[in-house]
Each structure stands twice: as structure tokens, then as C-alpha cells.
């Protein structure tokens, strides 16, 4: 634990963290624009199906630290003052030590075969949070509840059902992304080489990774509603203004995530800040109602931008242009963007981009629109897409007894994908792990080294914790690659069903995670960083660190994209009692009990005595107690 | 009293015991009485309660319909393309109807399947498609299908081109909290098996069974709906069909909500299966109606055959249910057209994909007198409990009578106090030995006859008829060994006992001399001649097959309600009442008799009933075991079978 460093006087903590952090190479450091940066990016793409993908990404820089600066106290001083960055986000990271944290709630299925890959990198249904956590002081499952309880608070979810048994620890997947972005070198290198103790700094920091995630969780307007409180501007202006949420729950596919992380801010990596990235995702289905595939932003939100927010050092729009074959100018978007179209690549590659700068395009207007049609309303032909990874998990088997997991891999690319597959079981499914089996296109394959080059299992231990299989796989070019393993189903105690027992129990789903060659060109690839790069090349950075960074690469040729693809989750139905049984079970006991208790009670406790009348006279006049008298008074009633 | 204050204690015990087993078999007859008139009296209104549904999630009806004349037009375009490709090979109309989901905008692809039995080979390829719900996490999924081939042997084209209708309009909305999943199977049950079985993760790959892995998929199937409106024109009536693969039933909320539906939104007259019966006030009428329908059912549920495709769901734990459009001209009701069919299977739909659990709430148990009153299973068990108990009843009843030496009533009858008590081991001894073999050799002999119809046992290539024929040999071979066997032995001791009695005379008459109470010796020597020859071989063989009889009533009776009744009903009396006469002419006639009952003779009866070949019945026994798996087969071979030649051997046991 670090000493508080002496308070100086000087406005924000960020700037004294830079200035503390710059002293000792003052040349070396590249001045920044600002301690705290604020820039809002919509990227919009119509995709193959009529369907129209929204990214919404607003990214907030705060401060810079040196090397081994981490977020675990006030030597940064780094949450001393908000200016952009969101209090609530700041103290969450400072008091439960987080490094890194990355929660995303998803309403609906990413369609991987349809849509290519999303540019937000987690796609899972329901929400997922994972997070790295400080570990030194050895309080890293205490501050993981804190934190689960804090964000659950924060964000009006569910978060705190996250416990120990859903609570995982993967070996291989979910590596700290801080510190790997367009300057570092490539996560690729920890992810294949180091990949179990892979903080891929040279920080001696120890560090625990926790991850979570309730898979039948709703997302709707009251986790959105705190989200937006966590923008500069709100909803009141720039990109923002679009979200309304009577809108952006009316579709087909939606996203919300906050990640944090840290980024370098120089090639070396001696200068970092800290960067929280918060995205919406929807996917707008706008051939829905007429068949038609034309759209504008102000049909898609039933809002118009009127202003940007004048916080954000950028405000743009990107539109990424529909790839269409054979015929030219299929499509027309108005108006068109004031510095042209960026083209990326050729042929099937060809990747075109359309910028909006909303800074400069509102300066002179009052409201930005944007609008896509095409020429007799539908596409002739586009481009179609072919994702390199698909993954499909079910179900075998039918009954309440036992049953099975198949998962599907499929690898359509051209060359063998090194990937990662992370599986958590619920621990009432029983997995019986020598029934595993490795079929490769639909042969039992014998030598599975080849094929699962790692394998960690962590057996489930019952009501605490969940198993967890993870793999490193080399997956062949063009092949199917599936795996079954069976289960036993286990018989729950009546008190640990849900009040509705006979849905079933979610399992949530399984994350692949792969590098794969950036040749189909999609947008969705790289995920955050990609975009970056957009931005980048609008600020005319990326240019001089792209081309040092090509040269490192120099023997990797391909430059390579992480990407994560996430299975549907699942359904499983474990035998239910009748609940109405112990019902009528209590209700027939309770009956016979007070009957039969009652009269026997009574018949019991009472103390039944023939007695002549004068004699009782008697011996009222002589004794005369409260004892005499209760007596009296049963002997009455058994005259009468 | 008299009497009985005359003897001991043990005697009086005795006494009682004696007289609640000799009349234990007439309580036996009065119980079968009352099941049979119980049974009959199920149909009557006062037994039957009218449905509700109970499943408060589903709300039926109670979702605006969006199927408009739009789909409405879209349907009847649907039908012309369905009707175009309908005579296209397999592969070619499924690609079609692919391509038309696809269209629409659905994950869709096609599935091949391959099915050889021992009499066809069947090959067919599926068509399905999904329609993910937006916002749904996929979790859940409901179906709806529909065959090529009708009920009635024709294409069902209104159903198929009503699936592409509904799938149009599902599209365009976005409050569906489970996904919606479409299949077009082909032929008839083979068809959706195939598809069934690759779904839940059990394809095979063997020379018999294909399936192909299914290339689209979404989560677990809550419910299902199966569509049969075959042809392309309008309906009269509606029709349910609702029995599944061996007697299981789908949920009765499922029947509850088509009901509700029928009654408010899309207005049109419902039934059960496709019996249309005009409105009637007379009591009778209404009776013999009810009865009638509630046959139908357990026909339908004791041959385990569904009644349409919705029955190969229930396999999966997934209630489903079979929608029959019933064409029948001059029936006197308003006819209607797809756009109703289509605002009821919408309103269906949405009111299913209300449930927030997987059906549970109403019964799985019921009988239908009607299409809106049910029997519940507390009514309807006792009746087949107390035909279990009856049998029950006879067998002990034998049981405890064939251990009694005869001697002892004559003299509690004649009131003699010097009788020699009789002590609980003074008993006849029971030789089970004879009973048991012949019961194990039945169920052996049965297990060959199932194995002789089913595979290729040396008979590759033959008929089923021959295969029958074959094993109906070695049942009789074994009816013919047991009995001449039995026979020959009966003989054999029968001269033994004579020699042994011979002997006995000769030792008496030396002693008779000696002994001062020679009345008494001569009664204790007659019981301990009685203990030395055991009871008849029939009595044991007899009460065996009455106590497995009372077993497998009561034990299929929970698994197969319908089954368990009409065997029940058909054996009871027979192997209640039939014993070996002294006259043969008697127990050849009871021996026919069992003979018409045996598996052969009721298929015999069963064809001229629906005027068939009996050839055509045996294959479809058989089609429908390897097929579907129904268990009709298998319960006459090796349950039904057995018990019907031990009961053709016991009858024609020497007597003695």
C-alpha cells in the first residue's frame, strides 16, 4: 500500500497524477490534449437481412499514470476530482481495487451468420461482468461481492446474484485488455505463448480475474436510465439524444456495456490513462413492417441530432457502407459525407466508410439527418458473409434424468484458427467428463492432442461452485469440430426450484475466443480498438504508429483480431416435483391435526366428574378459590 | 353360532379363513360387474366435468390477430406454389419450400432421412426454417408442422401453404418471447421422427435409421401444433386429434385453449377427432354419442398408434396437438376458409407463447366425452383397480383352497368334534413345478414369435403372413407338447397311486385287525394320503395366471389406461370362469374360445371387422412397431401371449 502523496494545490487530481507521472522523462512523454477527453462515435451499417446494426460508443479518457501506477489508491490521485469521468464509476473502481471491469447486458441473440461479428466484444444474452481485481491485499472475493452489490445497486440489476456459484475464474480466456490497443504490442503474443499467467505488462502486480454471468437476466429502460446518467452530456445532446429506449428495446438485437480499462497512450507504454468505453449496440429491424430496406436515423430513433454535445472533443457519425456486387450506386446516402468516402482494401475486402463530423456539420445546421435508400427499396445483391467462427451449443437427449452438451465449431476460414472455448456448467448438471468426445467433420477423432492443445477442468463441487471447462484448441481449416458430453441431471432439494419450477434453469453460455486474420474486413472486427483506429486516422495519428506497428509485425504478416463468439444459452429441465402435492399435503395434515389435536386436547385436559347438586352447593359456601371455581365451571357444563 | 362356539379357537380361524376364500371368487365376479358397469357409466354427463383452462399464462384469445386479408391473400398465393411442387420428388419440393422460407426471411434448411424396415424403405427430406424471436434469448421454442401427407392419404397443401402464411405474419412482429420453428415433414410419421430425433441429439447413422444433423436449431420445444388441412378448399369443421404415441396425452390445456380460441375469436365448430354428431337433446342419444367418442379414444390409446402426427412430440415431454380441417359436404354448418384457419393458429400461437412455464397446471390424464368435458383420472382408475383386485382375489382364493385337504369341510359340515384338527403344516402340498415351467416356456415361446416377426430370422424376404404363421407353429407346437406331456404324466402317476393304493388296501386290511378305532385311522390315513398328492397341476398353473394377469392389469393400467382396460375386459371372464372339464368336449370349446382371443385370432377378427386381409393388418402391427416404436406388438408378445397359451394349456390339463 502506497502512502497518500502530499496535497498539492493544484485543480484536478488527473492533472497532478500527469504532472507526478511526467517529471522524471518530461522529454519523452507526448503532451496530451487534455487530462479528461470525452468523444462519442455512432457507427451505423446496414447489414445483409434488412436489418440496420447501431454501435453507439462514447469513450472517456481520464489522467495518465506512470508504468506502475495502478488504481489502487490515491498515488494516482487519480479519483480525487471529476470533471467528465463518472463519480459513480470512479469510486467503484477506487474502493474495491478494480483494474479492469467489463459489464455488458444484452437483450436478444447476435445472429453470428447473418451480421458477421458486433464491434462490442461481448454478445453473450443476458449480462455478463467481468473484472480484474487488484490482489494484494488478498481481499479479491470481498471486494468481488462489493462490487457485484455495488453495480447491482448502480445499475438497477441483478448483478448481486452473481455468487460464488456462478462466480468462475478462467485460466485462458477474458485476459485483461488494459494495455493492449493499437500502440502495444498485440494481445496475440500473451494469448498464445503465455497464456496462463498473462498479464501481458511487466507489472509485478498481482492480479485476480473474476467472472460472472446471469444468462436470463432482462434488460430494459431501468438499467438503461443509469447508463445514461454516466454520460458528460446525458441524453440531452449530441449522439445521446437518439437513445430513446421505446425505440432501441424494439429490436432485434440489444447491447449495453460499460468497460474500463487502461490504455497507453505512447508506443513504449510509460504513459497510460484510463479509459471507460460505454457502448449501445441495436440491431433495428427495418424491413420488419413493408418489406423495405430503406432507413434514416430519424425513422430508426424517432429522434434527430440537434446539437452535438459540446463536452466531447469529437462527435461523429460512421457509416459503414453496404458492400454490394455487380452493380455500382445501388444505393443512395443522403447527404453525402462533406470529406468523402473512405475505402479500405479491394475486391471482396473492399471496405467503405462514410464520416460525418457532427462538430462541424452542426455549426451550420440545425439538426443532422441521414438517410439510406435503395434503388426500388431492396438490395440486388450484396456482398454475403461468411464469419470465420460459428459456434452452435444445445441440448441432447430428452427427459429429466440425464442428458447431453453438444457443441458445434465451426471454422470457415481458410487456415487453422488457434481459439479458446470456455464452458460453465451449473452445478447441478452433472458432467461426466470420461464421456467426452472430439468429433472432427463428423469422424471420432482418436488423437485429440492435435486438436486441444490445453485442457483445464474444474469439477463442480455441489451448491458452491460451478464447473469449468476450458480449452486450447487448433482448429483446422474448414472443418467441424464438435464435442459432446454427457450429464447427469440432479435431483434439487423442494426449496433451491425457482417459483417457476417448471421452466427450467438457463445455462448460460459458452465464449470462444479466437484470433483471427482481419481479411474478411468487417467492421465488427477488433472490437473497440478497430474504431479506435477510425478515430485515430481522423485525428491523423494513427498513420506514424500504424506503420512502426506494421514493422514489428513484420513476421506475423496478418494482422490479427481478437474476437469473442458467444453461444445462445440454454434451457434444462431438472425433475420438478409436483408443487402442488406438498400443498395438498400440508393443507390435509393441517385439517387432520386440528381436528383430531382439538377434541383430543380437550378430552385430554378436561376433568370430567359426576357431582350431586348439593354437595357442590356445599362446598362452594366453604372453600370458595379460583381453583373451586374453574372446576364449577366444567362440572356446569357437564350437567347441562 | 352353534356350532362354531362348539369348536376351538384354531378351528373357528380356520373356519373363517375357509368361508372368506370360498367366497372370495363370487366377491371376485360381483367386482368385475362393477368395473364393467363403472366403465359404462364414464360417459354419462354426471361423471364428466366441463374443461376450463387452467394454466392462467395462456390467456387465450385473448391477443389482438394481426392474420389479415393481406396473409389472407398471401396464403392462397402460398397454395398455388405448394400445389405446383406438391408432385415434385422429395429433394426438389423441400429445396422449393426452403427457398419460399428463406424468402421470407427465415433460417430455413432441409433434412434427409432414411428408413428401412423390414417390409419398405423409406427415404424423404424435411424442410424447416426458424423464426428467432426478437429480443428472445432462444431459450424456448414452439412448432408448428405439418406433413406432405394428410391423414387422408392426400397432399396437405393448405396446411403447408398456411405454415408460409404464418410465418409471413410472425415476422412482422416483435412481442414473440419464444421462437417459432416451422416443419414441413414428409411422408407421414417417418418424416417429423427423423426430424424429432436429430433435434433432441439422437440421429443415428446405421443401415436402418438415417438422419441427417440438423443445421438450424433453437432452444427446448414448449409445445407443439401440427397442422392436417389437406386439399385446397374450404372446411366444415375442425377437428382435434389429440391421442399419442402408446395412450400418452398431451396436456389438456392444450385442447382448452383451441376451445376457448374456437369460442371467441375465430369462430368455428370444433370436435374431437372427425366425428361430426348433429346436436341432440335426447339423453340417450347424448349417452351413446358420449360412449362412442370416448371408444374412439381408447382404441385409439390401447393400439398406441397416434392418432396423428402430433403424437411423436409427447415422446419429448412436448404437449402438442393435431388441427384436422374436416371437408364434409351437405354437413349442415358455415364453412370456412383460410383467413379464419389463420386467425385461429395466430391467436393459438400467441396465447402459447404466453407461457411463462412449461405446460404443467391442467391434466395429463383424462378421457374426453366431448370436446368440452372431460373424466378425470379419479374417476376413471377404479374401475381397472377393482379388475386387478378381482383377479386378485381368484388366485388366492385358489391359492389358499388348493392347499386344503377337502376331507376336513365334509367333517365340520357333518359337525363331528373327533375330527383331527388340522395343523398348519397338515397341508397338501401345491407342485408349482409344473405350472411354472409351462408359464416360462409361454413367455419364451413368446419371446420367439416376437422375434420371429420382427427380424429376419431365416426368413429373409417372406411375407409377414409367413412369419405369423411360423410363430403362431411354435405356440401351437408347445400348447400341443405341454398338454400330451401332462397327460402322459398324469397317466403315469395315476398307475403309480394305483399300485401305491393297492398296497395301502393290503397294509390296512393287515392292521384293521389290530387297530380299536378304525373309523378315526381310517381318516387320518385318508389325510395323509391327501397330503402325499398334491393339488391338480391346473389349479397352480391357474392361479398363476390370474395373479400375473392381476399384475400386468394393474401395472399397464398406469402407464396405458385404455390397454390395460380392454385387455383387462376381454380376459377376465375367460380366465376367471374356464377350468379343465371332465367332459372334452367343454375344454376344447373353451380352449377356441381363448383361441380367438389369442393375438392371431383377434387380428383375425380385427380384419373381417374393417374387412381387410389379415395380412394387411399384420404389417401394419408392424410397420407401427418399427416405425414408431408403439408398444402393441411387443405387449402381445411377450405379456398377452404367454398368458393366452398357458390359459389354452390349463384348460386342457388332465382334470384329477
Redesign the interface.
Known amino acids: 500500500m502506497r502512502a497518500s502523496s502530499p496535497c498539492l494545490l493544484l485543480l484536478s487530481g488527473a492533472v497532478l497524477a500527469l504532472a507526478v507521472a511526467a517529471s522524471p522523462t518530461r522529454d519523452t512523454i507526448p503532451i496530451l490534449k487534455a487530462p479528461e477527453a470525452f468523444h462519442e462515435e455512432l457507427v451505423l451499417k446496414p447489414l445483409n437481412?434488412?436489418s440496420v446494426y447501431s454501435h453507439f460508443q462514447f469513450t472517456t479518457h481520464i489522467g495518465t499514470m506512470m508504468d506502475d501506477d495502478h488504481f489502487d489508491g490515491a498515488a494516482s490521485n487519480l479519483f480525487k476530482h471529476y470533471n467528465l469521468f463518472p463519480r459513480s464509476i470512479g469510486q467503484i473502481l477506487h474502493s474495491f481495487e478494480v483494474e479492469e471491469l467489463h459489464l455488458t447486458f444484452t437483450?436478444?441473440?447476435w445472429?453470428y451468420s447473418d451480421w458477421g461479428y458486433p464491434l462490442a466484444p461481448s454478445a453473450g444474452?443476458?449480462v455478463e461482468l467481468w473484472a480484474w481485481l487488484n490482489d494484494d491485499r488478498r481481499q479479491t472475493d470481498e471486494h468481488w461481492k462489493g462490487l457485484t452489490n455495488t453495480l447491482s445497486g448502480l445499475f438497477c440489476a441483478s448483478l448481486n446474484f452473481i455468487d460464488d456459484t456462478i462466480t468462475t475464474e478462467p485460466k485462458l480466456s477474458f485476459r485483461n485488455e488494459g494495455l493492449y490497443n493499437t500502440h502495444s504490442a498485440p494481445a496475440a503474443d500473451a494469448f498464445t505463448r503465455n497464456s496462463i499467467n498473462s498479464n501481458n505488462n511487466n507489472s509485478s502486480i498481482p492480479r485476480k480475474l473474476r467472472y460472472g454471468s446471469l444468462?436470463?437476466e432482462n434488460v430494459c429502460t431501468e438499467n438503461l436510465t443509469p447508463w445514461i446518467k454516466l454520460l458528460p452530456c446525458k441524453s440531452k445532446a449530441g449522439i445521446a439524444s437518439l437513445l430513446k429506449s421505446h425505440k432501441l428495446?424494439?429490436?432485434?438485437?440489444?447491447s449495453m456495456a460499460v468497460h474500463v480499462r487502461s490504455v497507453c497512450e505512447d508506443e513504449q507504454c510509460r504513459v497510460k490513462s484510463l479509459e471507460l468505453v460505454q457502448t449501445i449496440t441495436a440491431v433495428f429491424?427495418v424491413?420488419?413492417?413493408d418489406g423495405s430496406f430503406d432507413w434514416s436515423i430519424s425513422g430508426l430513433f424517432e429522434r434527430e441530432i440537434t446539437q452535438s454535445c459540446p463536452l466531447a472533443s469529437t462527435s461523429k457519425v460512421i457509416v459503414n457502407l453496404p458492400q454490394t456486387t455487380q452493380i455500382e450506386n445501388q444505393y443512395s446516402l443522403v447527404p453525402h459525407p462533406p470529406q468523402g468516402i473512405h475505402a479500405e482494401g479491394s475486391g471482396d475486402k473492399r471496405q467503405e466508410i462514410a464520416v460525418y463530423d457532427l462538430k462541424k456539420i452542426l455549426a451550420n445546421t440545425t439538426s443532422f439527418q441521414l438517410s439510406l435508400q435503395w434503388k426500388g427499396s431492396r438490395p440486388q445483391s450484396v456482398r454475403a458473409i461468411s464469419p470465420g467462427i460459428v459456434a452452435?451449443r444445445?441440448?441432447?437427449?430428452?427427459?429429466?434424468e440425464r442428458g447431453?452438451l453438444?457443441i458445434e465449431i465451426r471454422n470457415n476460414n481458410s487456415q487453422d484458427i488457434e481459439a479458446i472455448y470456455l464452458d460453465t456448467v451449473p452445478w447441478y448438471l452433472k458432467l461426466y467428463l470420461h464421456t467426452f468426445s472430439i468429433q472432427l467433420d463428423g469422424k471420432t477423432l482418436d488423437n485429440q492432442r492435435e486438436l486441444v492443445q490445453k485442457m483445464f477442468y474444474q469439477p463442480a463441487v455441489d451448491r458452491s461452485r460451478p464447473a469449468v471447462l476450458e480449452m486450447a484448441l487448433k482448429l483446422p481449416a474448414n472443418s467441424l469440430v464438435k464435442f459432446t458430453v454427457s450429464f447427469d441431471k440432479v435431483f434439487l432439494k423442494y426449496t433451491e426450484h425457482r417459483p417457476?419450477?417448471?421452466?427450467?434453469f438457463?445455462v448460460g453460455y459458452a465464449v470462444i475466443t479466437a484470433q483471427l486474420p482481419r481479411e474478411q474486413g468487417q467492421i465488427g472486427y477488433g472490437g473497440l480498438d478497430h474504431l479506435r483506429l477510425y478515430q485515430e486516422r481522423e485525428a491523423g495519428l494513427v498513420q506514424g504508429r500504424r506503420r512502426i506497428r506494421d514493422r514489428n509485425q513484420e513476421e506475423e504478416k496478418l494482422e490479427e483480431d481478437k474476437i469473442r463468439v458467444y453461444t445462445?444459452?440454454?434451457?434444462?429441465?431438472l425433475p420438478?416435483p409436483d408443487f402442488s402435492m406438498p400443498y395438498n399435503v400440508i393443507t390435509m395434515t393441517c385439517t387432520v391435526i386440528s381436528l383430531f389435536f382439538g377434541s383430543v386436547f380437550n378430552l385430554m385436559m378436561r376433568n370430567f366428574e359426576v357431582v350431586k347438586k348439593e354437595k357442590k352447593m356445599a362446598k362452594k359456601s366453604s372453600t370458595g378459590g379460583d381453583d373451586t371455581k374453574g372446576k364449577g365451571k366444567d362440572k356446569t357444563e357437564k350437567t347441562e | 353360532m352353534g356350532l362354531l362356539s362348539r369348536l376351538s379357537k384354531a378351528q373357528r380361524q380356520q373356519i373363517f379363513g375357509r368361508f372368506v376364500l370360498s367366497w372370495m371368487p363370487t366377491l371376485s365376479y360381483i367386482m368385475v360387474a362393477v368395473s364393467f358397469f363403472w366403465l359404462l357409466a364414464l360417459p354419462h354427463q354426471d361423471y364428466s366435468k366441463r374443461t376450463y383452462v387452467s394454466e392462467n399464462a395462456l390467456l387465450p384469445g385473448a391477443a389482438n390477430v394481426q392474420f389479415s386479408w393481406d396473409d389472407n391473400l398471401a396464403a392462397e398465393a402460398y397454395r398455388d406454389i405448394v400445389q405446383r411442387i406438391a408432385y415434385s420428388p422429395s429433394i426438389e419440393r423441400a429445396q422449393a419450400l426452403e427457398r419460399e422460407f428463406a424468402a421470407i426471411g427465415l433460417k430455413s434448411a432441409t433434412q434427409n432421412y432414411t428408413l428401412n424396415t423390414s417390409t419398405e424403405s423409406l427415404h424423404g427430406v424435411n424442410t424447416y426454417a426458424v423464426f428467432y424471436a426478437p429480443r428472445s434469448d432462444g431459450t424456448e421454442a414452439l412448432v408448428l408442422s405439418a406433413s406432405w401427407l394428410s391423414k387422408d392419404k392426400t397432399f396437405n397443401i393448405n396446411a403447408i401453404s398456411m405454415l408460409l402464411a404464418l410465418g409471413k405474419t410472425f415476422k412482422r412482429g416483435s412481442h414473440f418471447s419464444k421462437d417459432i420453428i416451422f416443419v414441413v415433414s414428409d411422408g407421414e410419421a417417418e418424416g417429423l421422427q427423423a426430424w424429432l430425433k436429430a433435434y433432441h441429439g439422437n440421429e443415428e447413422h446405421t443401415h436402418e435409421r438415417s438422419e441427417e444433423t440438423l443445421k438450424v436449431r433453437s432452444g427446448a420445444i414448449q409445445a407443439a401444433l401440427n397442422l392436417d388441412f389437406p386439399g385446397t378448399g374450404d372446411y366444415n369443421a375442425l377437428g382435434i386429434f389429440f391421442e399419442g404415441v402408446n395412450g400418452q396425452l398431451p396436456n389438456l390445456d392444450m385442447i382448452n385453449t383451441i376451445n376457448q380460441i374456437t369460442m371467441g375469436i375465430a369462430p368455428v365448430e370444433l370436435t374431437l377427432h372427425d366425428e361430426l354428431v348433429p346436436y341432440t337433446d335426447n339423453m340417450t342419444k347424448n349417452y351413446l354419442n358420449s360412449l362412442r367418442r370416448m371408444l374412439y379414444q381408447m382404441k385409439y390409446q390401447a393400439v398406441g398408434t397416434p392418432t396423428g402426427n402430433h403424437g411423436l412430440y409427447l415422446k419429448y415431454k412436448i404437449d402438442a396437438i393435431t388441427l384436422y380441417g374436416i371437408d364434409r359436404p351437405g354437413w349442415n354448418s358455415h364453412r370456412f376458409n383460410l383467413f379464419r384457419v389463420g386467425a385461429l393458429l395466430e391467436a393459438a400461437v400467441r396465447s402459447l407463447n404466453n407461457l411463462l412455464e412449461h405446460l404443467h397446471q391442467s391434466f395429463f390424464f383424462y378421457l374426453l366425452s366431448d370436446v368440452r368435458r372431460y373424466t378425470s383420472i379419479g374417476l376413471y382408475m377404479p374401475p381397472v383397480i377393482i379388475l386387478g383386485v378381482s383377479f386378485i382375489f381368484q388366485a388366492l382364493s385358489l391359492w389358499g383352497l388348493s392347499g386344503d385337504l377337502p376331507i376336513e369341510l365334509e367333517s365340520i359340515a357333518e359337525g363331528r368334534k373327533d375330527i383331527p384338527v388340522a395343523l398348519p403344516y397338515s397341508r397338501r402340498s401345491r407342485n408349482f413345478k409344473v405350472a411354472s415351467t409351462t408359464m416360462s416356456m409361454a413367455i419364451v415361446t413368446g419371446a420367439v414369435t416376437f422375434h420371429l416377426l420382427t427380424t429376419e430370422f431365416g426368413l429373409m424376404g417372406e411375407t409377414p403372413m409367413l412369419k405369423l404363421v411360423a410363430s403362431v407353429g411354435v405356440c401351437s407346437m408347445l400348447v400341443l407338447s405341454a398338454v400330451s406331456a401332462a397327460h402322459v404324466r398324469n397317466q403315469i402317476i395315476r398307475s403309480a397311486s394305483t399300485v401305491q393304493k393297492a398296497r395301502a388296501a393290503a397294509e390296512k386290511k393287515g392292521n384293521s385287525s389290530s387297530s380299536s378305532n378304525s373309523n378315526s385311522s381310517d381318516k387320518s390315513h385318508s389325510v395323509a394320503d391327501q397330503e402325499l398328492t398334491p393339488a391338480a397341476d391346473w389349479i397352480m398353473l391357474k392361479t398363476l395366471i390370474l395373479a400375473l394377469s392381476a399384475l400386468i392389469v394393474t401395472t399397464l393400467s398406469a402407464l396405458n389406461f385404455s390397454l390395460a382396460v380392454s385387455m383387462g375386459i376381454l380376459i377376465v371372464l375367460p380366465y376367471m370362469a374356464f377350468r379343465p372339464s371332465r367332459w372334452t368336449i367343454v375344454s376344447i370349446a373353451e380352449a377356441l374360445i381363448l383361441l380367438v382371443l389369442s393375438p392371431p385370432g383377434l387380428m383375425m377378427v380385427a380384419s373381417w371387422w374393417y374387412s381387410k386381409d389379415p395380412s394387411e393388418v399384420l404389417s401394419w402391427v408392424l410397420r407401427e412397431y418399427e416405425i414408431l416404436g408403439t408398444w402393441l406388438l411387443p405387449t402381445a408378445c411377450f405379456i398377452y401371449w404367454p398368458l393366452n397359451l398357458a390359459a389354452v394349456i390349463m384348460v386342457l390339463l388332465p382334470v384329477s
Open positions: 437481412d434488412g437483450q436478444g441473440r445472429q444474452t443476458g444468462p436470463h428495446f424494439d429490436t432485434r438485437f440489444y429491424d424491413a420488419r413492417h452452435h444445445y441440448f441432447t437427449g430428452f427427459g429429466q447431453g453438444a417457476d419450477a417448471n421452466r427450467g438457463d445462445d444459452t440454454l434451457l434444462v429441465s420438478t
